[in-house]
């Protein structure tokens, strides 16, 4: 498989490719517009249903059923997936940190494989044992997260992966950011099939900017904001989020990959003035269709979001 069109094993093997690809939770393809603040612990759907929450997203409960100002958003979204069923799926999720307000896409909480997304994941972990005594970084290490979030260098992350314990960067972060979707990978070697869901990628920016030092939270979006048009790998990740022209106070973490049959493209970060917003869409299409195709797919998806929002270059 490929990820950032290169192997991310830290051990020296052959990458295995995968025949099949799964679908690990599927729910309707209407909309789930959740509408959440600060305070209890029950999910409003608007479909009339209510569901408790097993856990939330950090900071994050329900309220009365309000106006969702991005929900035909989300909805238009879904559309797109709905009208290439079975052929492309996309897991969205939009945070709006002033009010609190979550709003769900339909496979909001499906679990992809998460590509290069999970270095964000590992590096806020790593962050964490350092604020809480629990590691140290040294000089190379500060440049390896700087260079796994800013160009998704999949060196730099098979380094920080194995220095750190690879999975446990997972399942630590898990617990402490509450996360309902999130898996390690099976295989301890392949950290690009972590499996994640678009609502956990918010609860992981949002653990990010309220649970973290400022110093490391700035260090983690300086990063991101810095990303570049073209990856390490000279993969072009200038879609979605980041792509051209760029709107005002993005940072962003990409992910791409094809394991198997599938290609994976996904785009989450934060975005708007003070990082009001955390957007996450992840995408799973046929590799046959090509790059290409998931870059517009993508672009399109996140502009549907950003245009209600008023988030412009």
């Known amino acids: 498989m490929a990820d950032d069109q290169s192997q991310y094993r830290p051990r020296a ?6 025949t099949n690809g799964q679908r690990w939770f599927l729910v309707p393809f209407a909309a789930l517009v959740v509408l959440a603040t600060i305070g209890s612990s029950t999910l409003i759907i608007r479909h009339g249903q209510r569901a408790t929450a097993v856990d939330p997203v950090p900071s994050l ?34 945070l709006d940190r002033q009010t609190g307000q979550l709003d769900l896409g339909a496979e909001g909480a499906t679990q ?5 997304v999970v270095k964000l994941y590992t590096v806020v972990d790593i962050l964490h044992r350092v604020e809480t005594g629990q590691a140290t970084l040294t000089a190379a290490q500060q440049s390896n997260i700087q260079r796994a979030l800013s160009v998704s260098d999949d060196n730099a992350m098979n380094v920080l992966w194995e220095q750190f314990g690879g999975p446990s960067t997972v399942t630590e972060l898990i617990g402490l950011a509450r996360l309902q979707d999130t898996r390690p990978p099976s295989d301890p070697g392949e950290w690009g099939e972590t499996l994640l869901s678009a609502r956990d990628v918010v609860a992981v920016y949002q653990y990010l900017l309220t649970s973290l030092d400022p110093g490391h939270q700035q260090l983690v979006l300086s990063a991101l904001a810095s990303a570049q048009g073209t990856g390490a790998d000279g993969f072009d990740q200038s879609f979605g989020l980041l792509r051209s022209p760029r709107a005002a106070g993005v940072a962003a973490k990409q992910g791409w990959m094809i394991d198997g049959p599938y290609e994976y493209l996904h785009s989450t970060g934060v975005v708007g003035s003070g990082n009001r917003y955390v957007i996450a869409v992840l995408t799973k299409r046929p590799a046959s269709n090509g790059y290409a195709a998931g ?3 993508v672009s399109t998806a996140v502009g549907d979001l950003t245009g209600p929002l008023g988030l412009t270059s």
């Open 13 to 18: 093997a052959p990458a295995r490719r995968r």
């Open 295 to 297: 870059r517009a797919d």
């Open 112 to 116: 992809f494989y998460s590509a290069s």
């Open 61 to 94: 409960t329900a309220q009365s059923d309000t106006v969702n100002p991005t929900g035909s958003a989300v909805a238009a979204v879904d559309a797109m997936s709905a009208a290439e069923a079975g052929v492309l799926d996309i897991g969205v999720a939009v």
